[in-house]
């Protein structure tokens, strides 16, 4: 290792840079970039500023040019966001200043050889780098690094314009390049390269959970096998993963409900299953899963994982995009759209994004039917129950894994069992209550009142031969309002007989709610319903003429009291248990109860594969009288047989490992757990034939 002190410009002029393939693709935004432009416009005349470490490995192999001249090549370890920020400063620069331009060409700054620049990405942002960006090429950008690339040039743009001074720009990049100090320590050893990477963070902006997950699959694929034989297909994947999650700038609004790492969580729940104490940490099971396979040399294994792993994710982030670009079948499109209005997606995108891959090609009626149950599940749990957020999380992910990984399910078993959760949670009369609530205008939020009524605005157009509504996002936007049929505020006067007395038990009944825009129900809504019904003094609005036909049904109701609100809110809630109903076939198995095939047996291989950590910890769950704590099981296989667990996350990974070479099912069949304060409760919990055969093999009799 070499560590050295010098200026930006000696380091360019040092080679040509390669940001390597587990290295994050660029992330820098406003912030960042508005810190080193402060940093050098206010650097003190006669100071040097410091630019902070940057780590290099030196290449094998040399670059040579068609003339063959030479050119050492370093990958950037670390520092490659304030590098590449410097050339995309240095590059805007030229293109504001023909002085600096000729300077740059003259020292051969930027493009030191024709066939490519400086520094270069990584592959999926190389091509635009050299082409788009700092090329001529029409190349619009298809990533989100990309994008950021592109920001990254216009941003410095749009400073360099509005400095008063016209010799500002010369001064900055002549500061950039001679004043700015760097510390350069140079590495020797390529995974311990990507070893660094994955522990470091560039300034200002922590590496994303994606970002890691390269890295370390990149780092795992090279200590267990030659030259990285899979590089090729994770740096491929992966550049396709970034495309897709392009969704995040294109999408529509519901995917600001969610960012890379709750991409990577639902997939981690397709992928592997659920589990309270992994769902989360889905990217540290993975590690604790491979470094428990590797360092019990099963490096095969580790290979097929990490293989399985990046195609299962690259396919994630197809079904994630087109979910919420949306992107699907025109038959799913009007479904998703309304579930994508109606929100609280987290706890059913697993399922809908293992819906898509395995249905919205050959079964686009069948995924409609899919979306429409998870829509059915998402207002009746949590629009009109006001359930819990994660209220039915574990089941619905263990459902998009069992979408996922059972090739012979099909969409109408997708559907019972999505019923079946429905019903678990929120069924037909618990429903029926939340709807016939006194108080169901506080209880419910205007958006979910107003895309309810929206929902039978449409059916009652539709039944009357009538273009059906206005689409859902304008109805739920602020231009329409819930309204109350009968005002809150009406005079003493103005009150039915009927509600004398009882006024305040019945106002905010849903059959005294309808929708109106926002216009009306400021200028009308405190109006009685005689005026509202038919319009007076010249006022052209009411409910006998108004475009929806949600208000001028209201027109039929001769007056408007308890009667009306009765009649009206037995229609609406029998509207929405027709609307929103739910067909399950049978009622959904616990969760703690254990399949048939996985009582009386282990899996032939199950002993000779255990690692001596697993081994360990079975004979410390055999041996316990009681249920043992995870703190206290990690202890005990520490004093009693010499095992260094590291605390709960290496538990984890122990259970990971197990699970890789048997399946999850299997696993929890044998081990029951449950929470207890803040930690798990093991219990080794086998059956007579179980027990004879464990205590045989581990020599117990």
């Known amino acids: 290792m070499e560590t050295r002190t010098v200026h930006l410009d000696s380091l360019l002029t040092d080679g040509l840079f390669d940001i390597p393939s587990y290295q994050r693709s660029y992330s820098w935004t406003e912030p960042q970039?508005?810190?080193?432009?402060?940093?050098?416009?206010?650097?003190?005349?006669?100071?040097?500023?410091?630019?902070g470490n940057i780590i290099l490995r030196k290449q094998d192999t040399q670059f040579e040019t068609d003339r063959r001249r030479r050119f050492d090549k370093y990958d950037v370890v670390d520092g490659q966001q304030r590098l590449t920020s410097a050339i995309i400063f240095l590059y805007a620069a030229s293109k504001f200043d023909d002085?600096?331009?000729?300077?740059?060409?003259?020292?051969?700054?930027?493009?030191?050889?024709?066939?490519?620049?400086?520094?270069?990405?990584?592959?999926?942002?190389?091509?635009?780098?050299?082409?788009?960006?700092?090329?001529?090429?029409?190349?619009?950008?298809?990533?989100?690094?990309?994008?950021?690339?592109?920001?990254?040039?216009?941003?410095?743009?749009?400073?360099?314009?509005?400095?008063?001074?016209?010799?500002?720009?010369?001064?900055?990049?002549?500061?950039?390049?001679?004043?700015?100090?760097?510390?350069?320590?140079?590495?020797?050893?390529?995974?311990?390269?990507?070893?660094?990477?994955?522990?470091?963070?560039?300034?200002?902006?922590?590496?994303?959970?994606?970002?890691?997950?390269?890295?370390?699959?990149?780092?795992?694929?090279?200590?267990?096998?030659?030259?990285?034989?899979?590089?090729?297909?994770?740096?491929?994947?992966?550049?396709s993963i970034y495309r897709d999650l392009f969704v995040f700038n294109t999408g529509h609004e519901r995917v600001n409900d969610f960012d890379e790492d709750s991409f990577l969580r639902f997939h981690w729940g397709i992928?592997?299953?659920?589990?309270?104490?992994?769902?989360?940490?889905?990217f540290e099971t993975l590690k604790d899963r491979l470094r428990e396979q590797f360092r019990a040399g099963e490096l095969d294994a580790v290979q097929s994982e990490i293989d399985a792993y990046v195609q299962d994710l690259r396919e994630a982030a197809t079904a994630f995009s087109a979910i919420l670009q949306p992107d699907v079948p025109d038959s799913v499109e009007p479904s998703l759209t309304r579930l994508l209005e109606l929100g609280r997606l987290a706890n059913v995108l697993p399922v809908l994004m293992a819906s898509y891959l395995n249905f919205a090609d050959d079964d686009p009626e069948g995924f409609a039917a899919v979306v429409d149950a998870c829509e059915t599940l998402v207002f009746r749990l949590y629009a009109i129950d006001s359930r819990?957020?994660?209220?039915?999380?574990?089941?619905?992910?263990?459902?998009?894994?069992?979408?996922?990984?059972?090739?012979s399910i099909d969409p109408e078993t997708?559907?019972?069992?999505?019923?079946?959760?429905?019903?678990?949670?929120?069924?037909?009369?618990?429903?029926?209550?939340?709807?016939?609530?006194?108080?169901?205008?506080?209880?419910?939020s205007s958006r979910d009142t107003k895309y309810l009524l929206y929902h039978y605005g449409q059916q009652v157009e539709s039944e009357a031969g009538e273009e059906v509504m206005t689409s859902p996002g304008h109805i739920l936007s602020t231009e329409f309002q819930v309204e109350h049929i009968l005002a809150r505020k009406l005079p003493a006067d103005a009150i039915p007989e009927s509600l004398v007395g009882e006024f305040d038990e019945h106002i905010h009944r849903l059959g005294n709610l309808t929708l109106a825009s926002r216009y009306w129900n400021s200028s009308y809504g405190n109006l009685p319903?005689?005026?509202?019904?038919?319009?007076?003094?010249?006022?052209?609005?009411?409910?006998?003429?108004?475009?929806?036909?949600?208000?001028?049904?209201?027109?039929?109701?001769?007056?408007?009291?308890?009667?009306?609100?009765?009649?009206?809110t037995d229609t609406l809630v029998?509207?929405?248990?027709?609307?929103?109903?739910?067909?399950?076939?049978?009622?959904?198995?616990?969760?703690?109860?254990?399949?048939?095939?996985?009582?009386?047996?282990?899996?032939?291989?199950?002993?000779?594969?255990?690692?001596?950590?697993?081994?360990?910890?079975?004979?410390?769950?055999?041996?316990?009288?009681e249920p043992l704590l995870t703190d206290d099981l990690i202890q005990r296989m520490e004093d009693e047989y010499g095992e260094t667990v590291g605390g709960s996350s290496g538990l984890s990974g122990i259970l990971a490992g197990l699970t890789s070479k048997h399946s999850k099912e299997f696993r929890h069949s044998i081990m029951s757990t449950s929470w207890v304060g803040d930690q798990f409760e093991w219990v080794l919990a086998l059956d007579s034939a179980q027990r004879e055969q464990f205590e045989a093999e581990m020599d117990l009799n």
């Open 414 to 444: 997708v559907v019972e069992r999505l019923d079946a959760i429905t019903q678990r949670y929120t069924d037909d009369d618990r429903f029926e209550r939340q709807l016939r609530d006194p108080d169901f205008y506080q209880s419910t």
């Open 388 to 407: 819990r957020s994660d209220t039915g999380r574990g089941r619905l992910v263990r459902l998009a894994h069992d979408v996922h990984t059972t090739p």
């Open 574 to 625: 029998g509207f929405a248990l027709d609307h929103w109903s739910i067909d399950p076939a049978a009622p959904e198995p616990e969760s703690t109860e254990v399949p048939a095939e996985f009582t009386g047996w282990f899996p032939s291989d199950f002993f000779d594969r255990l690692t001596s950590k697993q081994e360990a910890m079975f004979r410390v769950l055999y041996a316990a009288e």
């Open 99 to 239: 002085t600096i331009a000729a300077t740059l060409d003259e020292d051969n700054l930027l493009f030191p050889v024709d066939e490519r620049p400086r520094l270069l990405p990584q592959d999926q942002d190389s091509e635009y780098f050299r082409d788009g960006l700092l090329g001529s090429a029409s190349i619009d950008p298809e990533t989100p690094s990309q994008t950021r690339l592109k920001a990254a040039a216009d941003f410095f743009t749009e400073q360099f314009e509005a400095l008063d001074d016209p010799e500002a720009v010369a001064d900055l990049a002549e500061t950039l390049r001679y004043d700015c100090r760097i510390n350069v320590v140079e590495i020797d050893d390529g995974s311990e390269a990507a070893s660094i990477f994955e522990s470091l963070n560039d300034r200002g902006r922590p590496l994303s959970t994606l970002d890691k997950t390269k890295s370390f699959l990149m780092y795992m694929d090279d200590r267990s096998s030659n030259q990285g034989a899979l590089e090729t297909k994770i740096k491929q994947r992966f550049g």
């Open 33 to 51: 970039l508005t810190d080193l432009f402060e940093d050098l416009l206010y650097l003190p005349e006669e100071k040097s500023h410091f630019f």
């Open 529 to 568: 319903f005689a005026e509202k019904k038919h319009a007076s003094g010249g006022r052209e609005k009411e409910y006998a003429s108004s475009s929806l036909r949600v208000q001028r049904e209201l027109a039929a109701f001769d007056t408007f009291g308890k009667s009306a609100i009765d009649e009206r």
């Open 271 to 282: 992928y592997d299953g659920y589990d309270s104490d992994e769902y989360f940490n889905g």
